[in-house]
């Protein structure tokens, strides 16, 4: 690693601290945010204190009608009894109460791309198989399966009286009411449309329309009430919740939870997310969102509202342990309000999505005027300028490649060729910037002698006449890696993200988008395990030694690389890459080792048949006998440089 290269670390992470310096909010967002949190939380406090006395003061209730009940049961006929469980239920559930028992019936729909699994319980989707997918151990990949400790339903008042979809029985139905029997419903080659309906009395019901099409990840959903415009008198309480258990399906239950959260899109076409690296959180706010994602590394599950009718949202995570639980990964949940017109019949339309985290797949999707709604944005290709690489340049090329070839490993390397050979002609002035600094390091140690410490101004001096005679840029080798950085960054993000990479085996790894383990261990090694983890990834491995041979050999070149800590540097970037990448994807080590053996034989090719550094020399030196025309930042510098030695020898005078 040259000094230009250390200039350019250092620079661009000037940048990056200056961005998130410059990016974070102020004191009194900050201040603000925090007080519309509190406020939040006391309200939920008063909340939840008012239900638990609510709950104790029902509890009472029943268990005293339970007692009296009970000493009257010996006295009452059957029917008496049945009557009186009647009332009870009308008394607790209202015009719904027919609907609050029952037995536990499924569904099972299937299309060209998923098996969707229904419950009567809830009217609910229990599960969603995605056909074209397999776990990393080979089983069928289920997306989620809504047990008992999961919810998706509407909470409202009717009547008077609290209702929660999520525990009532539905009647599930097809197209003309027929009752569908216990065998796989296929989808034809027209829509086929299932109803779950929750019955109340006299033409009274809520109903979920589920609209299944024949070859896609998405399906349509109605929410329809019927016949409730009397029943419903607040409205102002009336939510939908959707809570699961999200499943472990990739190799690497930490890594894949790290990228793991759920992403929501305001109104106002803000992107939200949950902090996937945390163990818990939540987002609580104002206004109405048009979708929430349920984002899983290489799939997600959206819930879709096609008028943007997701009212001041709710959503939360919480990070599942897999001793507790080893199938599920996360906990997600969301929560929000749905604004009822004061009509007999109310529909809400929405839609749900249930596939693959695939960018060119997401991006063709549209809200009902055409326009994007952005749900590829869940893939996380970097923020910025490392974005728009990605957007059009590396996902492009990718996809190109991807038609005529099969083979993965051959796509990485032919992209790696592409970058190199595009990126030739910053390297190449790289290169030439540090071996003119090479060349003049003899005359430079000149200058420094004959400016001993406390002539730093006079030598500075010096030295920018010798730069500017010889046609040097001090600075040359540093900017071509600032403009290298960009690709450096998207191909960091892209390679982890591409669902193309999914189990698609090379050489010796059977997963690129995983890490490659060629020897792993169960026990784990304290401290160790934590930062390098329970296996060796051999991609990661000839990716450090790689990296090393290639700053030795640059460094064996640059006189300025003798200066302390530089050798230090030269050992410790590699067993840090190492150790960060060795739970990344094997696809990205394969690229950066790529890189780095094309970075080695493009410095060897240049050493040995491009740059003589004898010629180089007298090249500089005729240019000292060329007249030259200041630049503007020249004779900036020269005059500041001039204004300084002048302040100097007034004060050097006053004293």
């Known amino acids: 690693m040259d000094k230009n290269t250390i200039i350019g670390l250092v620079i661009i992470s000037v940048l990056l601290i200056g961005y998130m310096f410059l990016s974070r909010p102020s004191k009194e967002e900050i201040a603000e945010r925090q007080r519309v949190q509190d406020s939040i939380a006391h309200e939920q406090m008063v909340k939840e204190e008012e239900a638990r006395v609510a709950a104790e003061l029902l509890k009472e209730e029943a268990e005293k009608a339970e007692k009296e009940a009970s000493a009257m049961a010996d006295t009452l006929s059957p029917e008496q009894i049945d009557s009186i469980k009647n009332v009870k239920l009308r008394n607790e559930h209202g015009i719904f109460a027919k609907a609050v028992n029952g037995e536990n019936k499924f569904t099972v729909i299937e299309n060209n791309k998923m098996i969707i699994t229904f419950l009567n319980k809830g009217g609910k989707i229990y599960s969603v198989q995605l ?47 027929k009752t569908p029997t216990g065998d796989t419903i296929k989808v034809g080659e027209n829509d086929l449309s299932f109803v779950m309906r929750l019955n109340a009395e006299a033409g009274k019901y809520i109903e979920y329309n589920y609209v299944i099409h024949p070859d896609d990840y998405m399906m349509d959903f109605s929410l329809n009430l019927v016949g409730l415009k009397d029943e419903i008198k607040d409205n102002t309480s009336t939510r939908m919740q959707w809570y699961v258990d999200v499943f472990a399906l990739e190799r690497g239950r930490d890594w894949e939870s790290n990228n793991t959260t759920i992403f929501m899109r305001m109104s106002d076409e803000e992107i939200e997310n949950l902090n996937e690296m945390k163990d818990a959180d939540s987002y609580d706010t104002k206004g109405s969102a048009q979708w929430i994602a349920y984002k899983q590394q290489f799939f997600s599950s959206i819930l879709i509202s096609k008028d943007n009718a997701l009212g001041d949202p709710k959503i939360s995570l919480v990070k ?83 038609r005529g070839i099969a083979n993965y490993g051959i796509i990485i390397l032919l992209m790696t060729i592409i970058i190199k050979l595009v990126l030739f002609p910053l390297t190449y002035k790289s290169y030439m910037s540090t071996a003119k600094m090479r060349v003049l390091k003899p005359q ?113 070149q640059n006189p300025s690389n003798s200066m302390p800590g530089m050798k230090v540097m030269m050992w410790m970037m590699p067993v840090l890459m190492l150790l960060w990448f060795n739970k990344y994807s094997s696809g990205l080590s394969y690229y950066y080792l790529l890189a780095n053996l094309f970075s080695i034989l493009q410095t060897w090719i240049i050493q040995r048949f491009v740059v003589k550094e004898d010629k180089l020399l007298a090249q500089m030196e005729a240019n000292k006998n060329k007249p030259k025309k200041k630049s503007k930042w020249m004779q900036r510098l020269e005059e500041a440089s001039k204004r300084q030695q002048e302040e100097l020898r007034k004060q050097q005078k006053r004293k």
């Open 320 to 402: 599942l342990n897999e001793n507790d639980n080893p199938r599920a990964l996360k906990t997600f949940q969301s929560d929000f309000f749905l604004e009822l017109p004061d009509e007999n019949k109310v529909s809400k339309d929405f839609s749900f999505y249930f596939g693959p985290n695939k960018y060119s797949l997401l991006k063709e999707y549209t809200d009902k005027d055409g326009n994007d709604m952005d749900m590829e944005k869940v893939i996380p290709l970097g923020w910025g300028i490392f974005g728009w690489v990605n957007k059009y340049a590396i996902i492009p090329m990718f996809n190109l490649l991807g």
């Open 131 to 177: 056909k074209d997918y397999v776990t990393f151990n080979k089983e069928p990949l289920v997306l989620f399966e809504n047990d008992e400790n999961s919810t998706f339903g509407v909470v409202l008042s009717v009547s008077g009286k609290p209702l929660v979809t999520n525990n009532m029985y539905f009647e599930p139905m097809l197209a003309g009411g």
């Open 444 to 556: 430079l140690d000149e200058i420094a002698a004959k400016y001993p410490k406390g002539k730093e101004m006079e030598r500075q001096q010096a030295q920018m006449s010798l730069y500017q005679k010889a046609g040097v840029s001090p600075m040359g080798g540093c900017l071509p890696l600032l403009l290298q950085f960009p690709i450096l960054i998207a191909m960091f993000r892209f390679f982890p993200a591409s669902i193309e990479l999914r189990q698609q085996p090379f050489l010796w790894a059977s997963d690129l988008s995983s890490y490659d383990a060629i020897l792993e261990w169960s026990t784990n090694i304290p401290i160790i395990s934590s930062l390098y983890g329970n296996h060796v990834s051999l991609f990661a491995l000839l990716m450090a030694i790689s990296m090393f041979v290639q700053q030795k050999m640059t460094s064996s």
